[in-house]
């Protein structure tokens, strides 16, 4: 899963950091692939053509529609680039999301009063992971699969509920 926890204790204190971040299907490696594949095969249909004029009218839009599918992967790049981290200790709980484009955001609030919530509908996508408190309520890994947001909702349950929430859970 594209999400790792990391556990500290120094004495009686606990605390954990849980670090998210987008899943990467298609590694840099299988992207220089995929372009070279690409442009072998754009470059079949030219063969023919060599030292005729229709090869120089054809050649641009080749070119372009190779430049259109590295300018769109690479854009997917840069949003994937984005990642949260969420602290939980004993005194207060922190989020902090750093986007692709666009400011880095965090919210906090005391640990005994931090609540993770699932809403199942009603989000802008299926089983929405919230986490509330200080009268605020911000949403955490909505980039996740829902499986995977099934999952961190009950292990953010937990870490609340062992270092410093009575009561983690709620049901949105």
Known sequence: MPYQWN???NGEDEACELRLWPHRSLPRRGFALFIVITCAMLTLPLYPLIGTVTLWGLLPFLLLAVWGVWAALERSYKDAQMNEELTIDREAV?????NARGPVQEWDCESYWAKVEMHPTGGPVPHYVTLK???RQVEIGAFLSEDERKVLYGEIADALKRIGSPDPVGVG
Do not use: D
């Not at 922190?94 to 750093?98: G, M, N, Y």
């Open 133 to 135: 408190g200080k009268g």
């Open 7 to 9: 556990q500290t204790r």
């Open 94 to 98: 922190h989020l902090k999301r750093t």
